[in-house]
């Protein structure tokens, strides 16, 4: 995707939208964001993983209070990976009410745009949205 950046770093647009995780070396403990150290064995080697694109919802919140600029209300979500693995992202393509979320529904990876600056580049971002 030409002239896109992603709003995380753990975020991959090609060849398919994904999600790389960093496995401790020592305990296979899997962590998105950037980490000096892990939390459970305090191991510092770690290893690139793909996660994977569909999980089940672990834990929701709708959310009716933002910064400016963002709608609300949303559904923040907790999502268990196939596979190993849990992120934190928003629920997509699901009616923000709690009678519309089932929690263990499966949901798959999906990418949008939430902006573009001065030079026409577009911030791409992820969340999950049901199966």
């Not at 596979?83 to 089932?102: C, D, K, M, R």
């Amino acid at each position: 995707m030409a002239d896109c950046m992603t709003v995380v770093d753990y975020l991959r647009l090609e060849p398919e939208p994904s999600l790389v995780a960093q496995d401790c070396s020592a305990c296979g403990a899997r962590y998105f964001a950037r980490r000096n150290a892990c939390s459970k064995c305090g191991g510092q080697g770690f290893a690139a993983a793909l996660a994977a694109t569909t999980g089940k919802l672990r834990a929701f919140t709708i959310v009716y209070r933002a910064a400016p600029g963002v709608t609300v209300p949303f559904i923040s979500a907790v999502v268990d990976l196939d596979g190993g693995g849990t992120v934190q992202a928003n629920l997509i393509g699901v009616e923000p009410v709690p009678e519309a979320v089932v929690l263990g529904m499966c949901a798959r990876l999906v990418i949008f745009p939430v902006g573009e600056d001065a030079m026409g580049t577009k911030a791409i971002a992820f969340g999950f949205t049901p199966t």
